[in-house]
């Protein structure tokens, strides 16, 4: 049987979704070529004080540009612009939602990172997470892998390289397994909430495995694969913990969602908030149903 490339399963989207995610998964080896080349500080900060890596820099200038070029895009939210940044022509339909280099700290190191997108059809700028039409990300991981989520459902696309440039089906239709097996932590443990403690602490005596990467999306690939939940929690002095909502959070709950599973802000769903600042944070955790509704249960005693 042929496998099914990425190009090929996109022609079932929306055309202009499909010019969304492939004008994405085309730079896949410009970004994956250039990783060893720039691993050095850019020398400036982002809107967050980040110091930047010169490759958070670099791919946010490919990927913008190339998102431009599809004429489909009116609004780009990065985590590396600080603004919005509006198509001049105003026009397009769609608001895509970036973080370029998600786990950038892990670049020198050299442990996984990868890129961020969510796609919203709105006139707004910010909408609700549960807008989105698509979210996906990539992972430039030992094996490089495309995550897409419409509402039907999630795929996973891998590159053959081998002298191939496209992507090929790898996992259709994926879902969480129950029960979820892993736990993956975000936050100092001496910052975390007596609430989250408590939460954790039932979770280690089921039995749950500690791997955290300090990648969400790697972190929460490995949640797809084996189940279990991502958490960045709401920390004692930062109450809305590290991960920001519109390129993050919304994103990776949309897909969660898609597989099955759910998210919280440890109060009810991420992808009901309705943004009010493009850089604002939020607490997170995504994974298996059951575990969400029980950390929610646990914060609601408190
Ligand atoms: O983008 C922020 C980020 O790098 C996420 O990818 C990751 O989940 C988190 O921060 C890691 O934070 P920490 O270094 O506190 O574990
Ligand atoms: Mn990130």
Same mark, same amino acid.
């Given at each position: 049987m042929t496998e099914k490339t990425l190009e090929q399963h996109t022609t079932d989207l929306n055309e202009d979704v499909a010019a969304i995610i492939n004008a994405v998964a085309n730079l896949t080896d410009e970004i994956f070529n250039e990783l060893p080349h720039r691993r050095g500080m850019a020398g400036t900060k982002n809107v967050f004080g980040e110091e930047q890596k010169a490759l958070d820099v670099w791919t946010n200038d490919v990927l913008v540009e190339e998102l431009m070029k599809t004429?489909?895009?009116r609004t780009i939210v990065s985590e590396e612009l600080g603004e919005p940044l509006h198509n001049p022509e105003e026009t397009g339909d769609y608001v895509v939602t970036l973080?370029?280099?998600?786990?950038?700290? #892990?670049i020198e190191s050299n442990n996984l990172f990868g890129t961020i997108v969510g796609v919203h059809k709105e006139k707004?700028?910010?909408?609700?997470?549960? #807008?989105?039409?698509c979210a996906f990300y990539n992972l430039y991981g030992p094996i490089t892998t495309l995550v897409c989520a419409t509402k039907d459902g999630v795929n996973e696309f891998v590159k053959h390289r081998k002298g191939s440039t496209d992507y090929f089906?790898?996992?259709? #239709?994926m879902k969480l397994k129950e029960p979820g097996s892993l736990m993956s932590i975000g936050g100092l443990p001496k910052d975390w909430t007596p609430a989250y403690r408590e939460f954790v602490q039932e979770m280690m005596d089921a039995g749950k495995k500690i791997r955290y990467g300090g990648a969400f999306v790697g972190d929460f690939n490995q949640i797809l694969y084996y189940g279990g939940f991502f958490s960045y929690p709401s920390l004692?002095?930062?109450?809305?913990?590290?991960?920001?909502?519109?390129?993050?959070a919304n994103p990776m709950s949309f897909i969660i969602e898609a597989a099955g599973g759910a998210c919280s802000n440890e109060k009810g769903s991420v992808l009901e908030i309705l943004p009010d600042d493009p850089n604002q944070r939020t607490p997170i955790h995504v994974g298996n149903k059951d575990l969400i509704k029980r950390l929610e249960e646990i914060h609601g005693k408190y």
């Open positions: 004429g489909v895009v973080d370029p280099l998600d786990g950038s700290s #892990n707004e700028t910010l909408t609700k997470g549960k #807008n989105q039409v089906l790898s996992r259709k #239709n004692v002095d930062k109450p809305n913990g590290k991960l920001r909502l519109v390129i993050e």
